[in-house]
């Protein structure tokens, strides 16, 4: 399942729950996660909230709950059931903050029976979108601020009518806040990266965006796999270009048994996450990088020699020459071309002078676009080709590898 029109969202309860959420909060302006039934006034509730949770900061390390309580002490019903929403809206689409745990924040305030129940409103299931890490938690103040002012902003909008103009408003939003600085300004401004930006861009346009909370697991995951979508320089958009990827690769991975898990959080998958999780220096990125280039053309379908094409295996794979690398194998007689490393007629790689990875449909291939090196030397020549095109040049890199006698 592969293309997003095919895929209905709303079966899991986190999108549902944010439309219900969008509908009942902005547009009718009632509270979703408590009973009452009053019309709220968010402009008022909004900027009571500021006074309270923002004029009276609090940046001990005194319990969260605790500074609320207190921040909170004399603030009005209503600022109080506008906050009680806003705290429910960030903990509710994330799968490890407890069903109980989320109900508790409305409860600071209000009695068993003023707060709604049920697995509905409160659930940590694969209901929700994500599983966020010690930052999306510790944060817990700048995430609140942050969603805050998206909340206020889109509140205060007055051609915000339906859900559907509410969401489009809030990936907008959501979208300038990460990548135009512009949280940093007007009310609730922050000056921390929050992932709550992340959630809501999600939950507004699934099929637009990934359900990726962590800002650096979006900077691993571009830069790991940027030799994927190399062909595409115009793409600047980070949010773009993990798409483009996730197009390019999704179909040489199995689903594992469970399409759904697959198709909602890819890049989490048992057999990517590992390429790219904890990759957070350049260096390793770029060993990551290279090493599932190498991986992939080593474990290329056999084909003809129009390489490069992609064909259905448990997942997709892309196609070589069986032919071809044992000609070129036997041509180089075994043997690395740049530093003359034999062993055994084994070990060898058969390098393509166009790399394989970079093709986007099948294209012929012939004994003179291929050469045999050693992995140390093959490794190094997909590491300067990542620098210059010229490395495509036979001569160009046989000159930089070729060992230099002293």
């Not at 929700?128 to 942050?146: C, D, F, R, S, V």
């Not at 080593?298 to 064909?311: L, R, T």
Request: glycine fraction near 2%; hydrophobic fraction near 35%.
């Amino acid at each position: 399942m592969s293309k997003n029109e095919n895929f209905d969202w709303t079966r899991f309860r986190a999108y549902r729950v944010f439309d219900e959420f969008l509908q009942s909060f902005i547009i009718d302006r009632k509270s979703y996660v408590t009973r009452h039934r009053q019309r709220l006034d968010l402009e008022a509730g909004f900027k009571e909230i500021r006074l309270c949770f923002v004029d009276k900061f609090d940046d001990s390390n005194a319990d969260f709950t605790k500074k609320i309580e207190s921040q909170f002490k004399d603030a009005s019903e209503n600022s109080k059931i506008v906050f009680a929403n806003v705290e429910y809206l960030w903990a509710m689409p994330m799968n490890n903050i407890g069903a109980d745990k989320k109900r508790s924040y409305a409860r600071r305030w209000f009695n068993e029976s003023e707060v709604v129940i049920g697995e509905r409103y409160f659930f940590n299931s694969r209901d929700g979108i994500a599983n966020p890490g010690q930052w999306y938690l510790l944060n817990k103040y700048w995430e609140l601020n942050a969603l805050l002012r998206v909340l206020s902003l889109v509140a205060s909008d007055q051609e915000i009518v339906d859900t559907t103009s509410a969401k489009s408003r809030i990936a907008k939003l959501s979208y300038s806040a990460i990548y135009d600085g512009a949280a940093k300004e007007g009310c609730f401004a922050v000056k921390n990266v929050c992932g709550v930006h992340s959630a809501l861009l999600h939950l507004a346009a699934p099929d637009s965006y990934e359900s990726i909370i962590s800002e650096s697991h979006k900077q691993q995951i571009t830069k790991v796999f940027e030799h994927v979508i190399s062909d595409e320089p115009k793409v600047v958009c980070r949010e773009k270009k993990i798409r483009l990827i996730r197009k390019r690769l999704y179909e040489e991975y199995s689903d594992e048994g469970d399409p759904d898990s697959k198709y909602r959080w890819f890049f989490y998958h048992n057999r990517v996450k590992p390429l790219w999780i904890d990759k957070k220096k350049k260096f390793q990125q770029m060993t990551s990088s290279i090493d599932d280039e190498i991986h992939r053309e080593q474990v290329a379908q056999d084909g003809s020699d129009e390489e490069g094409a992609k064909v259905a295996t448990s997942g997709y794979r892309i196609t070589r020459s069986a032919k071809l690398v044992a000609d070129t194998k036997m041509r180089d007689n075994f043997t690395c071309v740049a530093c003359k490393f034999t062993f055994k007629k084994q070990i060898v790689h058969v390098h393509h002078l166009d790399p394989l990875s970079e093709r986007q449909s099948s294209k012929k291939t012939t004994l003179e676009d291929l050469v045999t090196l050693c992995p140390n030397c093959h490794y190094i020549a997909h590491f300067w080709l990542r620098k210059s095109n010229q490395y495509k040049n036979l001569e160009v890199l046989l000159r930089k590898l070729k060992p230099k006698r002293s």
